[in-house]
C-alpha cells in the first residue's frame, strides 16, 4: 500500500480524486427502485414480530420509504471491492511508479469466509464464495500488469483455486488458520519484496469504497430528475439516509466520509447480531473498537472486526449516524424479497441492510420520527452477489 | 380482445405503433453484456458433452458470441407477458370503447404450469408461480380500470389467490383440469359478457410481445455507440440473430414478425426437449402444427402447444430461421450461470435460449460457420424472473 502519510484526508474531495482516478477500470453499477419493496418497507411490522423485543406492546412505528438501491453486486468481481483494490493499487503505482509495483507485486490473502465455510463443507463452485477482496486485488493487478501472489489455504476446492487462478494471479498454499495464512504472506513479502494489499484498513481502500456512494448520490439526482417527479427539492444531495453492510468498515468509512460534509444526509451501518458479529455497535456502546469477532453468521463478508482507521471514521457520530443489527432469520428473509421480487441475486451480506429497513425497530422509528408523512429517500448499497445456487440451498434448507 | 379482422398486420411498422401505445405503461428494462458468458458460450463444448449425439467423435464447433441480454425479468409482473396483455387490452379499449369495456370486464384463466405445480406440491410464496399471463392482466386492467375475472383452481394455494387479488382483480375458482377451468372461464363471458384475452393466440398479443425485440435492437444500437467500438458498421440493424424462449409462440412469434423485414437478424426459437416440450421443432419438422402437449418440463413457462396464429409467423421460414431444443439438465446449468455469474434473477424458462447458445450443437456450427472470426452480435430475450427460491432448491436438490 501507499504510505498512509501521503494518503489525502478521508474527504468528498478525495474520494472525487479517487473516482476520477479509477472510473475507467470499474462498471458504473445500476441503482434500481422498486415499489414492492417501498411498499413492504413502508407496512408496519405486526405486532408479533416485536415480542421479545424492547418495543413489546408498542404501537410499531409506520415509516415511509423511497429505497434505491444501488446494485453492486453487478460490480466487476461481483462484489464493491473492486473500487478499493483498483483504488489502492493505482495510488501505489502514482506513489513508487508502477515500473516498481511491477517489479515487487502485490499480495494479500483469502477472507475468513472462505477458510470458515471450507472447513465446514466443500462446496462446489466455490470460488464465488473466495474473499472478495482477493478476487478484487488479482483483477487490479491482472489489469495493471503487476504480478499478484494470492494466499489461500490449501484446503480450497479446486474450482476455487482456479477461480482465483483465472484472473491471472499466482496462488500460494497456506494451513486453513488466520495466523497461518498471515505468516505465508509475510514470508512471500520478505522473499519477493511483495507488497501487502490490506481488505479494508487504509485510507485508499475507504476512499475507494467511498465512491459508490459518490455515485449512487449522482445516480438519485438524475433519477429524481425525471418525470414525475417533485421539481428540485433537496437538489443537490436528495437523500435522507444511506445504509452499507459493515464488516471491516471499508464500505460504511467510505460513505460516511463522502457524506460527511453533507449533515442532511445521514450514514446509517447494518450488522449481524449473531454470534456477537455486531461489533461495531457494540464498540460504539463500549467506547471503544473491539478488536477481535467470532461469528459464522450467514453474512459471511462482515464476520471481521472493524479496522483501526475505519473505526476512527465509524466511531465519529457527526458521520455515522448510527448502526444497527440484524438477526440471522431477518437477513433470510429480507435476501428472499431482493431474489424473488427485486429479481437480483444477491449475497448475504448484502442482504443485510434490507434486513435493517425491514426489521430494526429502532431505525424505523427514527425514519418515522424525521421523516413523518413525507417519509425518507433512502439509499442502500446492495454490497455483492457472490453466492451460489448451492450456498443458497443449504441456506434455506431447514425452512 | 380486438376483433382478429380489425388487428394490424404482423409487420415492424405495427410493432411501432404497439409501442407508442403501450410505452408509458410498461417498464424499459435493460440490456446486459457479461463478458464471462461471452467468454464461456465462446469456448467450443468438452468432445465429452457431445457423446450420444448426432455430433459425437466430431469436432466441436468454436463460434464467437457477442452476448446482449434483454431482462424482462425487471419487467412489470416480472415477465414480458405485460407486453402483450397492456396491448391487447388497450386496443380493445380504442376499437369498441372504454366504457364498454369497463362495463363488461375482461377474464382469461391462469397457466398450465401453477395447475401442475400445485398438483405436484404446495409451495409458499407461489403468487410468484402463478401464470404470467394472468397476472399481467390482472395489472393491465387494474391499471385502466377496467374488472377482471381470473379463474384459478380452487386448490391454489392461499398465497397464489392474494397475489393474484392484490393486483385488484376477481378471482373465481375451478376445478383444476384445463377443460374444467375452460368451463368457468365459459360461465362467466355468459353470466357478465366479459371479454376472453387469450395468453398468446391473438395479434395483438404478438404485436405488444414483439416490442422487447424493438427495445432491444435499439439499445443495441446506442450500446455498440459508445467506445470502445469498432465504428458504424451494421448501424441500423446490428444484431445477427435473436433468440427466445417457444411456448405459445407470443414473444417469438412478435420478435419474428419485428425482424420480418430485416434478413440480417435472424429470428430463432427456445424449446425444450422434455416429454416433448419441443413441440415448435417436432411441428417443423412434420409441417404441421403439434395440437397438444403435455410434459413437465423445469420450463414451466413453455409447456403450452404453439398457438395457430402464432404458427403461421413461426413455420414461415424467412421469419424464424431454426427451433432448438435443449435438455433439463442444460436449462439448469445455463440458468444456474445466469444466477451465479450474471446475478440476474431469472425463471428456468428464461434460461432456455441462454441453454441454446451454450449447448445446441447444432446451433453453434451455424454460428462458426456463418460468423466465422469475427462472430456474431446475438440478442438473447430473459423473459421472466417469476421462480421462489423454494422451486430452485427443489430444481436442484437431486445435484
Not at 164 to 190: L, M, N
Not at 389 to 398: F, S, W
Amino acid at each position: 500500500m501507499a504510505d498512509i502519510k501521503t494518503c489525502p484526508p478521508l474527504s468528498p474531495d478525495s474520494i472525487r480524486e479517487a473516482y476520477a482516478l479509477i472510473g475507467p477500470n470499474i462498471h458504473h453499477t445500476p441503482v434500481v427502485t422498486s415499489k414492492t419493496l417501498n411498499r413492504i418497507a413502508s407496512s408496519p411490522q405486526a405486532a408479533s414480530a416485536l415480542k421479545g423485543t424492547v418495543f413489546e406492546d408498542q404501537r410499531p412505528a409506520k415509516p415511509v420509504f423511497r429505497l434505491y438501491f444501488k446494485c453492486e453486486n453487478f460490480q466487476k468481481i461481483g462484489a464493491f471491492k473492486a473500487r478499493g483494490a483498483f483504488h489502492a493499487l493505482m495510488r501505489l503505482c502514482d506513489q513508487i511508479g508502477v515500473d516498481e509495483v511491477r517489479k515487487r507485486g502485490v499480495t494479500t490473502h483469502s477472507s475468513g469466509r472462505s477458510h470458515t465455510l471450507t472447513l465446514e463443507a466443500p462446496i462446489a463452485n466455490s470460488n464465488l464464495l473466495a474473499g472478495n477482496h482477493a478476487q478484487a486485488l488479482a483483477l487490479a493487478a491482472s489489469t495493471l500488469g503487476v504480478p499478484a501472489h494470492i494466499v489461500m489455504p490449501s484446503i480450497s476446492t479446486p474450482s476455487k483455486i482456479a477461480g482465483t487462478k483465472s484472473y491471472g494471479a499466482r496462488v500460494v498454499f497456506s494451513g486453513s488458520t488466520e495466523p497461518e495464512r498471515v505468516a505465508v504472506v509475510q514470508d512471500i513479502i520478505r522473499e519477493t519484496g511483495a507488497i501487502l494489499i490490506p481488505p479494508y484498513d487504509h485510507p485508499d481502500i475507504i476512499l475507494g469504497q467511498g465512491t459508490a456512494a459518490l455515485e449512487l448520490e449522482s445516480q438519485v439526482i438524475d433519477l429524481l430528475k425525471q418525470p414525475p417527479s417533485k421539481g428540485d427539492i433537496k437538489k443537490d444531495h436528495p437523500l435522507d439516509a444511506v445504509l452499507t453492510p459493515l464488516g471491516g468498515g471499508g464500505l460504511l468509512g467510505g460513505t460516511a466520509s463522502y457524506f460527511s460534509n453533507t449533515p442532511s444526509t445521514r450514514v446509517f451501518g447494518a450488522e449481524p447480531s449473531f454470534e456477537g458479529g455486531d461489533d461495531g455497535r457494540r464498540g460504539l456502546a463500549a467506547g471503544s473498537r473491539i478488536p477481535t469477532v467470532s461469528t459464522l453468521t450467514i453474512a459471511d463478508g462482515l464476520r471481521t472486526p472493524v479496522g483501526e482507521i475505519n473505526w476512527t471514521v465509524i466511531s465519529d457520530n457527526k458521520k455515522v449516524q448510527g448502526i444497527f443489527a440484524v438477526t440471522e432469520n431477518q437477513i433470510k428473509e429480507a435476501m428472499k424479497l431482493v431474489l424473488e421480487r427485486m429479481k437480483l441475486f444477491i449475497e448475504p451480506s448484502a442482504a443485510v441492510p434490507v434486513a435493517v429497513v425491514l426489521f430494526a425497530e429502532e431505525f424505523r422509528r427514527i425514519v418515522e420520527r424525521e421523516g413523518g408523512e413525507e417519509g425518507w429517500d433512502v439509499g442502500v448499497i446492495l454490497s455483492g452477489g457472490n453466492t451460489t445456487v448451492e450456498a443458497i440451498q443449504k441456506l434455506y434448507r431447514e425452512d
